[in-house]
């Protein structure tokens, strides 16, 4: 079946660093990509999406590319903020699968001032 | 701000004791789900509504029901909690059956 597999966390940063936050997944066809973050006690809000091989989705300085020959969906950022502490889901959805989003496990990223 | 509403954000019950989680949204999604999220997890899919189709996840308890009376409205009902209910509850909704889903806040259900 599918399946999204995410970077272990907890991931610890400096303020002002680089952030990668790495996510492959393994589906047949063609599945559309997503990026959720989930702040401490609030629920899921979409970060960025991408639907088909090479789309890149943004949006608040992150980043990711829908990378089909790698199988993967990494998620970057040129320079975190204290801010961006929350965890970070990738998901994928696909027509005709019976399960409408598949999550990763979630990675906790937690920035220091 | 079009947007999904959960009540309450904080809900306790007693083992045993229905217990009933709304959600509403204004924005006009045709598919509402509910998702459990127990801590350091990922959500788990319970079910979803395509319109007034219920659809139910194989591995969903039967302690765990659900009601959509109209488009902006859709309620989980669990009939006899335990302790191993104790989790978030998620809302969610989408245009569609694979589009983005967009959540509501949770509600963070505490069973004593």
């Known amino acids: 079946g599918d399946s999204v597999t995410q970077m272990e966390g907890p991931v610890t940063l400096s303020e002002e660093a680089f952030l990668t936050i790495n996510c492959t997944y393994t589906a047949t066809g063609y599945p559309s990509l997503f990026w959720y973050v989930q702040y401490p006690g609030e629920g899921l809000q979409l970060l960025l999406k991408a639907t088909k091989a090479d789309d890149k989705g943004s949006n608040k300085g992150f980043e990711a590319t829908y990378r089909k020959e790698t199988t993967s969906f990494h998620l970057e950022k040129g320079s975190v903020q204290v801010s961006d502490s929350a965890v970070y889901f990738c998901a994928l959805s696909k027509a005709g699968s019976a399960r409408q989003l598949t999550f990763g496990s979630g990675t906790q990223l937690t920035v220091l001032p | 701000d079009a947007m999904v509403i959960q009540n309450p954000r904080y809900q306790v019950t007693q083992f045993g004791k229905p217990v009933t989680l709304s959600c509403s949204q204004t924005?006009?999604?045709?598919?509402m789900y509910w998702y459990q999220q127990k801590s350091s997890q990922a959500p788990k899919l319970l079910f979803h509504?395509?319109?007034?189709?219920?659809?139910n996840e194989a591995d969903t308890p039967d302690n765990f029901q659900s009601r959509r009376p109209n488009t902006s409205f859709c309620f989980l009902d669990i009939r006899s909690p335990g302790l191993g209910d104790a989790a978030m509850y998620l809302c969610a909704t989408s245009r569609g059956q694979f589009s983005e889903q967009y959540f509501g806040p949770g509600t963070r259900l505490t069973v004593t």
């Open positions: 924005l006009n999604h045709n598919v």
């Open positions: 509504y395509y319109d007034k189709d219920f659809n």
